[in-house]
């Protein structure tokens, strides 16, 4: 139980922690991923390559101090932690291993004079409050999925039972569980994590269910990235027949229920949730649904066809397409040419802004469907938005 005294000291480093943040997280991964090899496969090389994982703590450790005397306060953000943990299957053991390193790294960033015994001591309570929070609600999670029908803990062989390729660089992997039992009933826009083996080496990555819940299977759409370990063995290496591990469905950027106008906004790969979402809603009822997405060209663009097939079949449906660059495929003809702008949202978009509006892509790409959806009256409340990869701001 922290005392006082040391929420006083968590309290005081937090000017350090805004200053010095990201060297102090960049020091803890470097620390951690060296000296416990075995936590290496719960974290994403790429992200830590890019910057963004270390980012993504720094903005986590400070939004913790920040509100250590109102832990109520960190909302969203605790729910992402443990909807995150989850999906990669962290566990109990994985804490002390987190814990000291992090205490390790604070005395080695700031150096003995500042973080002296009495502020490592505070820090080392303050972690292990978070870490008993983190435990107990994804001990919750654990056993709520396992519980449900269809459900399981831990991870389950799945058999591919086919690819389809659905544009140049995104392909579908359509999964049935290999015991044949049934399967969870999903939300759409959650995701799923994959325990690969590669070269001999663990791997686990996430992706989103890009179709509804059925009950007998699950369907991943995995663009390949250039420099991706996991989408090119994927891509290459898996193929109908083959054996993967998934843990259970996860997220919590999911498809609230109601008769709202539905608006969802997708850039590049963030169709994936976006079209589960979709297909939901119409298989639902009449809720009107408007769908922009914005793609490099006809090439990269998936679902073209399922789409078309939407907007023929469902007089509540309308899909608006945009490419950045129309000449890769003349005979396809985009709705819009270059770069996302608000008229176009302010063209496609119902003019009630009273809407449920969803957006996933580019970190660039949200933030500006963020600052346009709130200029154009969404309700900051129904403007939802994920990152593919560690949680940051949307500044």
Known sequence: MLTQAQRDIIKATIPLLETGGEALATHFYTIMLDGHPEVRPLFNQAHQASGSQPRALAN?????????????????????????????????????IVGAC???????????????????????????????????????????VAAAPGGWRGGRLFRVACKVPESSEITSFYLEPVDGKPVIAHKPGQYISLRLDIEGTECRRSY???????????????????TGVASNYLHDQVIAGSVLELFPPSGNFTLAEGTKPLVLISG?????????MAETALQAGERPVVFIHYARNAQAQAFKDLLCEWSQGFPQFKAYIVYNDASADSAVQPD???????????????EDRDVEA??????????????SLHEMGVPDGQAHYEFFGPAEELA
Do not use: C
């Not at 790969?269 to 589960?276: E, H, K, N, R, S």
């Not at 969803?358 to 600052?371: I, Q, S, T």
């Open 60 to 96: 986590g450790v400070l939004m913790y101090a920040r509100n250590i005397d109102r832990l109520e306060n960190l909302g969203p953000l605790a729910s992402q932690i443990v909807n995150k943990h989850v999906a990669l299957q962290i566990l109990p053991e994985h804490y002390p």
């Open 102 to 144: 992090l205490l390790r790294a604070i005395r080695e960033v700031l150096g003995e004079d500042i973080a002296t015994d009495e502020v490592i001591a505070a820090w080392g309570a303050a972690y292990q409050q978070l870490a008993d929070l983190l435990i107990g609600a994804e001990e919750q999670v654990y056993e709520s």
């Open 208 to 226: 989103s269910l890009s179709a509804p819940s059925s009950g007998v299977g699950l369907r991943i759409s995995v663009k390949r990235e250039p």
């Open 268 to 276: 590049g790969v963030g169709i994936t949730p976006t079209i589960a």
């Open 336 to 350: 819009a040419v270059g770069m996302p702008s608000i008229e176009q949202l302010k063209q496609w978009m119902p």
């Open 358 to 371: 969803y957006f996933l892509g580019p970190k660039p790409f949200m933030a500006f469907m963020k600052r």
